[in-house]
């Protein structure tokens, strides 16, 4: 098991930008691949990004050109900048230790609210 604290949320205007970092602890950092997923109230937790420990990235159509997923291996971070944010994008921000929301740690989330 991994443990994983996100952090970086928000309120921004439609238009802005924000950046959520994912801190780990544990092991195997490296090797693991991490990614993002979200939850608007009343919806399901949906994939939003992933990077595997080879720096390969896969993204959500719905964000695809707009966010941009990374990964400090040295500091134990995973990163998710997000930008030309919409309403649409407001959710509970959730890190994983997986591919597409499959891996079983879970950070607590951070809230990213977009006004409009």
């Known amino acids: 098991q991994v443990q994983l604290v996100e952090s970086g949320g928000g309120l921004v205007q439609a238009g802005g930008s924000l950046r959520l970092s994912c801190a780990a602890s544990?092991?195997?950092?490296?090797?693991?691949?991490m990614g993002w997923c979200r939850q608007g109230r009343g919806k399901q937790r949906e994939f939003v990004a992933h990077i595997t420990s080879t720096g390969s990235t896969n993204y959500a159509d719905s964000v695809r050109g707009r966010f941009t997923i990374s990964r400090d291996n040295a500091k134990n971070t995973v990163y998710l900048q997000m930008n030309s944010l919409n309403p649409e994008d407001t959710a509970v921000y959730f890190c994983?230790?997986?591919?597409?929301?499959?891996?079983?740690?879970w950070g607590q989330g951070t809230q990213v609210t977009v006004s409009s």
């Open positions: 994983n230790a997986g591919l597409r929301c499959m891996g079983a740690s």
């Open positions: 544990g092991t195997m950092f490296s090797i693991r691949p």
